[in-house]
């Protein structure tokens, strides 16, 4: 537990007092206009996020270059919260901004804050290639603390950072994935120290393959953690590499599985699906509310369910044909059992409606493909937590239902 009584140190004046050494700004502020109703806004190149309630329009220039202009536009939500940020202008590359937040269950050491989460996105348009790519992901866990001094104020502290940022320059891009942890007595003498972990992943067929490591020596985290690299990847890579990470585990990687994020083919009240008769997996999106490690799991069992049915019987979809005739119609006595099982759960399936609430239909949670893929995933989940322990001893500020 750590104690309330070191709130009492922190100073504006700190923040003051860097302000004041701060280099002088090669930029200058052109126009800025005040928050402006959605309903106010046109542009030629982009349409306003969808939460977006008001909006606010900055222009910069540059002292010593005439030429240079560059153009803001920060979208709010109707909290207040920034929800977006899009540059755009003369000699200044083409970026959008997007910020998600969400609300953590506390972790053991920091129990008497609340904790949030934000996640930020950057993405730029590199013309050469005329496409939108991903520059830097970042998963920021912020605590609301009282102050002391006006105990009705809560002040927003980001103490921990899950980042992901993306090196185009080599042939294959390189993530470089760190984690940062600032101390909690941040304002105290004895402050404990700053702690990072980095390490440096290539992702070849969307399976991670590690680099580079570094670290800082307060910081000891098992290497032989399997899922390490899983945990320090974030968003979309992080999904796609544990869907692999199963496909690989489930012997099916022979089979060629398609795995892509496909959100206008698949329905709103699922997260993924299998499809069966091309054998392809489709995630709607990265799910706030699913873990990434029971989503890949629950869709590679499927894959795997349907696999077993192909091999054990003759010529049904075009994924099953696929299994019986790379992974050939040996099968063990027990595989043939759960294929027949399985079988019987395909014949049976029933009909979804997009609207419905499936853990109301009784056809469905019975259905013999999903209460395999249910105990898949709850066992998937269960192995991948094992190391994620260690990783919290060290740093205390990630959330208990962050997903590393
Ligand atoms: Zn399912």
Redesign the pocket.
Known sequence: MISLNFIKYIRPTNIARNLSDKPKSPYKLLEKTDKMDIAEFSHSNMTAPEEAKTFRRVEIGKKDDKEYRREILSFYDSEGRIVALYHSGRKCPQRMKTFEYGYNKKNRDVAEYDAHTRTVKTTQYFDEEKTWKPIQEEEQYLYYMYDIRTPDNRAARKLHISKNVYDYKTKEPVIHATLTEYPLNIARKDRDPKKTYGMDIVLRDNRPEVIGYSKDNNVEIPKDDKFLPYRMLLGENKQLSLTQYYIDQKGLAPVGISVRFAPDEVAKNICGEFNSNTGEILFREVSKVEHPVLTAS??VE?AYQYSLIGRARHNQTDYETRCREILGTELSFMEMKDSAQYYKGKIKYPRLNPDEDLSKNKDYMNNE??VG?FKAEKKALKEYNEGREKILDVFKCIPGNATI
């Open positions: 629950h869709e499927h493909l999903e893929a």
